[in-house]
Every structure is written in C-alpha cells, then in structure tokens.
C-alpha cells in the first residue's frame, strides 16, 4: 500500500467530526482533522444530548463535562396546547443517564475540542477542502491554499452537503419537508418557567392546528423554541417567536419573550446515503443522515456514529460491519422523526382522532416506553 500523511482524514469538525477524532486520538490512530470555518460553531441548532449519546462519551471522558453543564430533562410530553397527550419518562431506563440533557451543540462541540486537545489533538482550520480524488486503496484531498494530504481513510462529517459523500459518488436520496423551521433561543416570563404549564425539567412537543412547536428548556433560564413555519423569516424577531407561541403554546398561562438570545431559519430534509463507504471513503453524521428535528436524534446520532466508527477503523477487518449496524439506526431514527413530524403537522379534520388515539396509547400501551428507548437511544444498543 503506498505511504499516506495519515492513517485517517476527518472532513469536518462538527459534534460527529470532533467525536471521531477524540475516539480515534484515545486509540492510539493517525488521524487529521480539517474544517473550513475559522472557528468552531458559536450558534446551536443541535440542543439535546440522549442517554446513549452520553453512554458511549462516557470512556472518551466527554460525558462528565457535558453533564455539568446541561439542564438534565427527565421526562418528553406531547400536548395540544395546555392538553397532556401523552408523556415520555425516561427515569425508569437501564442507563447511569436516565434523562435527556438539554445543552448547546456550541457547548457540545467546546467540551470535544477541549478534550482533544488534551489527548494531544487539534483541528486545522480554516482548511477547506476543494478536491478529492481515489488513488488505488487511498485517497487525496486538495485544500484550498493547493497543499494535498493523502490518506487511507477520508471520512466525511461535513454535512448535508458533503464534498466527501460528492467525490466518493454516493446517492443520497429522500426529499425536503413542504415547511421552513424557526429555530430560537428565548428568555421567557419567571411565572412561566415556574409554572407546571412549562415544567423545567421537561421537553414539550405542542402540536396545534398551525403546526408543531418544540420547547425545552437549556441552562440558564434560557428556552429553545423550533417551529415549522411556511415562510419563515430569514432573522426571527421577538414579535416572530411569540407569535408563535400564542398560536401553538400554553393558552392557561401565556409565555411572554422578553429577550431573544439567538433565532435562525432553516429547511429540513429527510435523506440518507445510499451505503456509507466507496473505498477509501467513509460517511458519518450528516454526511450519512439527516432528518426532522422532532425527537432530537440528529446530532446523537452523528455522535453514535463517530464512536462506532473509530472502533471499525481500530480492526481495519470489522469495517463492513460500520454500515451493517448504523445505516439501519439511521434509517428508524428517521422513520421516527417522520412521523412526529407528520402528527404534528396533520390537518385540522383529524385532530380530535389523532388526539384521542395519543391520549388512549399514552394509557393503555407500551407505546411511551418505547418511544422512552427509541428517543435515548438505548434501544440502538448491540
């Protein structure tokens, strides 16, 4: 095989690059890893760390710091306005982290970036990449500035829009939801986040005749708010959020903005790569995977797969095995996404169904335990 500058190159150093590089630095393996920001992200979309995330962060020494500094949330609720539909306890899980934790994906990815540089490791940056090429079992990458760094492996964590996933020629296929998100960071009125109506320690998916609104709260009495929206503004505004707010939130009580930290718009898809290696390429993250934000799974499950896959890429045989077992997680997690998506998002005409029938599993059936394993992860466990 002939000489590379390294044994691994990481596009990438989002939540899922970061996680590769601290797994891959604790192993002992070559690796590079390269982003084309400047600097890390300082703005979140990502805000919920599951159960199983936390599990396989836990021996990287990830998880700990992450833990001191999120909002543990015990319990998922479903409601239509003020009306409990059916409620998501996670304290009852075989996990050391029965609960969700509520924490910036910026925190996220400062706590991985800390960690490796303490295992001796950094991000090159700014380094865009501009080109990538096979060469026989290895692969090149052009930078920007016209240097090359060859490698065994090019692993690509660089997104939805993936030069990796690109050059290895890797459909993704699936399509965009109809709907725009509003994503935003709000400080809310004290009564409120007091209140049983917005519990603290307690994620609410609403649902309401104008489209699905999540709220949940992150550390510092701070609350995100996402929210699909037909046309939404490119720069929400108070006015924006509590709109929105007053139309699919808690009517007993009413949750009044009183400072915006941070709001952005974006679009989400529903796509997943058709296999997660061509040669010498490799898909993780968003790369690999990208869906509704209902349930929270996107970065998670980024996370899983960089865990996974330094453990493949440290028994260079067991590398097949990479797809076999995360492509079919990715393709339930967005099965799931899907449809909480699309429950939210139902008609006005079949509401009162839908309501009933949540109401009616939230009581009878094992569906909230389920949903329990499936949202924190723990039923992806090998």
Request: no cysteine.
């Amino acid at each position: 095989m002939p000489q590379t500058d390294t044994d691994v190159l990481i596009v990438g150093a989002g939540p899922t690059g970061l996680t590769l590089a601290v797994a891959l630095a604790a192993q002992g393996i070559n690796y590079r890893i390269v982003d084309g920001l400047a600097e890390g992200a300082n703005t979140s979309r990502a805000a919920v760390v599951h159960a199983r995330t936390l599990e396989v962060l836990a021996p990287l020494g990830v998880a700990e710091p992450l833990i001191d500094l999120g909002n543990p949330a015990a319990r998922f609720s479903v409601r239509d306005r003020d009306r409990v539909l059916m409620t998501i306890d996670f304290t009852g899980l075989p996990t050391p982290y029965p609960y969700t934790l509520m924490v910036s994906q910026a925190t996220t990815e400062a706590v991985l970036l800390h960690r490796l540089k303490e295992l001796g490791g950094e991000v090159e940056r700014p380094r865009r990449v501009t080109g990538l090429t096979r060469e026989g079992d290895t692969a090149a990458a052009v930078l920007e500035d016209g240097s090359r760094i060859t490698a065994r492996w090019v692993v690509g964590a660089d997104g939805m829009h993936s030069k990796v996933r690109e050059a290895a020629g890797i459909p993704f296929t699936g399509a965009a939801y109809e709907e725009s998100f509003i994503l935003a960071d709000v400080r809310i009125s004290a009564d409120v986040r007091t209140s049983t109506d917005t519990p603290a320690d307690e994620v609410i998916l609403y649902f309401a005749p104008a489209g699905m609104l999540v709220l949940a709260p992150l550390p510092g009495g701070v609350h995100r708010v996402v929210a699909t929206v037909d046309r939404a503004p490119e720069h929400p505004s108070v006015g924006d959020v509590q709109s929105l707010l007053d139309a699919r939130g808690p009517s007993r009580r009413r949750a009044v903005v009183e400072d915006l930290v941070w709001g952005s718009r974006f679009r989400v898809h529903h796509r997943i790569a058709s296999h997660y290696r061509e040669g010498p390429f490799l898909l993780a993250g968003d790369a690999a995977h990208v869906h509704s934000p209902a349930g929270g799974q996107g970065m998670n499950t980024g996370i899983q797969d960089a865990v996974a896959l330094a453990e493949a890429l440290a028994t260079p045989d067991a590398i097949g095995r990479y797809e076999e077992t995360r492509r079919p997680v990715a393709a339930d997690v967005i099965r799931t996404a899907d449809r909480l998506t699309r429950l939210a998002t139902m008609p006005s005409w079949r509401r009162p169904m839908r309501n009933a029938a949540l109401t009616l599993a939230g009581l009878a059936t094992p569906m909230p335990r389920v949903l329990a394993r499936r949202l924190s992860g723990i039923a992806y466990r090998l």
